[in-house]
């Protein structure tokens, strides 16, 4: 349970307290980061730059984004790999302000300014982490007010906005996005949703995961998915908490019955109780009841804390082999299936085997809700988190053709071998050449996140829509130490410290939070705590 800052604060905090009141931000690790930044400008073939080319990501990152230390070098290493290649995506139109790219290079179905709305929304959420506010804040609004294709794709722009706000605390821009976003939700009732059964439809591809298997069971490929009709009701659960703090009360009110009434037809009409886990449901009838198949987007309720308690033995099969569990990544498809497949041939993006990091974002998001929300559950352990996270880290990296392995963000994973499948189908595509002219096409692949699974459920930083913050972490038990420093959050800075024996940091011993290099909270360990940021 979260604790009141007042009964935390006992004597041996007080010590400290006295100890660490002059605590000094831009302290913790710089050196180590500006180290990795050097190494990933060293070992990059730089084919397309934007604002912040790499003789700029020093500057931008050292500024912009909140410094992480640990024990374990993959996770602290690819954190900054991830910001590093983050930066490259940050685009300024002028005249409209900055966008987010999901490709570096230009690619025939990207939008205005080569913008993709089906990572939109994971790259808003990661966006939100950095100190300044404008390129979340631009992003979202060029996809409510200045976008041609925001409904090419499932997403989920209103839950985003919350995201932001959460971090931002601008009641301000929240008022300007909140008439858009309603007309979005509109925009997807008026296209997907069947009221007769209550849920909304999608095809596979424009999930953003082409040549799924329950995709392959009707040649329309259309299905009652739990991925857009999670997506539907944490924008409806967004609406009604954006209405409800902008005192417009009736509209709350119906946004939150909006939610109820979608979530209650997911949780009855998506759970196959027989296999204990969110299914398809084809829309078109050819092939009756739920697809056969568990695919890993089942997982996505739990990334809007959707799901029920007792639902929590589908978290089952992120640990078997049988279900997703791979050496290098979680698979899209339980390996079990029939439709289970690892191509070098046809589409090169297929949903049917393939680790995705797109996918693996929200599940690794989803099973850390879940791990609080439940923490009495058998089911899975905070360790199972860290494996899984420390697996999706470890597969940010390539042998190049030099023999040199390098850090590495790319479209689909070999879940055997780490091997980036779309890549290797691409470079060798047409006679030996890259298919279309587009050189190394998904390299800094910007469809997924990282900081966000290190700040907010290893450090345990949880913005509220409130003026409280709640800190909740999931770091491994063992550690002897992590830091995060100067994290942003409602014009405050934060910084989190834990420290076994006060060596590490010389800030004392034990469990710190700061605020604006203030003492706000201490504990003996790691542990919840609530802080008031008024």
């Known amino acids: 349970m979260y604790r009141d800052l007042i009964t935390i604060l006992t004597a041996s905090a007080l010590t400290a307290a006295y100890a660490c009141a002059q605590y000094i931000p831009d302290s913790i ?17 730089e084919l397309y730059k934007e604002n912040f080319p790499n003789d700029k990501a020093e500057s931008f990152i050292l500024k912009n984004v909140p410094l992480f230390d640990c024990p374990d070098d993959d996770l602290k290493s690819v954190y900054y790999f991830r910001w590093w290649t983050f930066r490259k995506h940050l685009k ?97 009732d008026n296209m997907r949703y069947d009221a007769n059964i209550g849920l909304y439809w999608q095809t596979d591809g424009q999930d953003g995961m082409e040549i799924s298997a329950s995709g392959q069971l009707n040649m329309q490929w259309a299905g009652y998915r739990a991925t857009i009709n999670s997506y539907m009701a944490g924008n409806s659960y967004a609406l009604a908490h954006i209405a409800k703090i902008l005192g417009l009360d009736d509209q709350s009110k119906f946004y939150s019955g909006k939610a109820e009434s979608i979530k209650k037809a997911l949780n009855d009409k998506l759970w196959n109780a027989e296999k204990n886990f969110y299914m398809v449901r084809p829309r078109n009838g050819d092939a009756p009841g739920f697809s056969p198949h568990r695919e890993l987007h089942g997982y996505t309720p739990w990334y809007f804390n959707l799901a029920p308690e007792e639902y929590s033995q589908a978290w089952a099969q992120v640990v078997d082999e049988g279900g997703f569990k791979a050496p290098y990544g979680l698979t899209t498809l339980e390996r079990r299936s029939s439709l289970f497949q690892i191509n070098y041939i046809g589409h090169e993006c297929q949903w049917n085997g393939p680790s995705w990091p797109f996918s693996t974002s929200i599940t690794l998001s989803g099973m850390a809700n879940f791990l609080r929300a439940y923490p009495n559950q058998k089911t899975l352990t905070k360790k199972d988190f860290f494996d899984a996270l420390l697996t999706y880290a470890r597969s940010h990296k390539l042998t190049g053709e030099d023999g040199k392995r390098v850090y590495w963000i790319d479209e689909n994973l070999n879940p055997f071998t780490g091997d980036w499948i779309a890549r290797t189908r691409l470079k060798n595509w047409e006679n030996g050449t890259w298919r279309s002219g587009i050189v190394e096409r998904g390299k800094d692949y910007n469809h997924s996140f990282f900081a966000e699974l290190i700040l907010r459920d290893i450090a345990g930083i949880m913005p509220q829509c409130s003026r409280q913050l709640k800190i909740s972490p999931l770091a491994p038990d063992g550690w002897k130490y992590y830091a995060v420093e100067d994290v942003r959050i409602q014009g405050k800075s934060i910084s989190v410290i834990w420290d076994s024996d006060g060596t590490r940091y010389n800030r004392g011993k034990g469990f710190f939070v700061f605020v604006d290099g203030a003492l706000a909270a201490h504990a003996e360990a790691p542990s919840d705590i609530a802080i008031n940021l008024q």
Not at 29 to 45: C, L, P, Q, S, V
Not at 100 to 106: G, S, V
């Open 29 to 45: 690790g710089k050196d180590y980061a500006k180290a990795m930044i050097a190494r990933f400008n060293a070992d990059d073939t």
């Open 92 to 188: 300024l139109i002028p005249g409209k302000g900055w966008i987010i790219t999901e490709f570096m290079p230009k690619v025939s179905w990207g939008g205005k300014y080569n913008a993709i709305s089906c990572p939109a929304a994971l790259q808003l959420r990661e966006a939100r982490w950095l100190k300044d506010s404008i390129y979340a804040d631009d992003y979202l609004s060029h996809w409510c007010f200045d976008a041609e294709n925001a409904f090419k794709y499932s997403t989920w722009f209103a839950a985003a906005a919350l995201d932001i706000y959460a971090v931002r605390g601008d009641i301000k821009t929240l008022k300007k996005w909140y008439p858009m976003l309603k007309r979005m939700q509109d925009t997807w």
